[in-house]
């Protein structure tokens, strides 16, 4: 089993920044993939960043250039750093992990990010 914790949503103004953590914890040796999806009402879920144990990313196209997710091995920890947010990127940003951003075997419990215009 492997748990996840999630830290660092909140409410920010359009233009401005956040940076969310997932900690993994428990059986870590079975996660290749970490990262991000997230859901706002009305939405189906959708993927906004993933990185492999190896160090290989790939992005939405709507965040690419604006979201940056980092992997900490030593602490079983990923980040997603979140620049210049628009209204759009309101949602419950939920942390996965698994074999790949498809095969998702946990997931966390989920965030609230909420961008003003």
């Known amino acids: 089993q492997v748990q996840l914790v999630e830290s660092g949503g909140g409410l920010v103004q359009a233009g401005g920044s956040l940076r969310l953590s997932c900690a993994a914890s428990?059986?870590?040796?079975?996660?290749?993939?970490m990262g991000w999806y997230r859901q706002a009402p009305g939405k189906q879920r959708e993927l906004v960043a993933a990185c492999t144990r190896g160090g290989s990313t790939n992005y939405a196209d709507s965040v690419k250039g604006r979201f940056t997710i980092s992997r900490d091995n030593a602490k079983d920890t990923v980040y997603l750093q979140m620049n210049s947010l628009t209204p759009e990127d309101t949602a419950v940003y939920y942390c996965?992990?698994?074999?790949?951003?498809?095969?998702?075997?946990?997931w966390g419990q989920g965030t609230q990010v909420t961008v003003s215009s």
């Open positions: 996965f992990a698994g074999f790949s951003a498809t095969i998702v075997t946990t």
């Open positions: 428990g059986s870590i040796f079975r996660v290749n993939a």
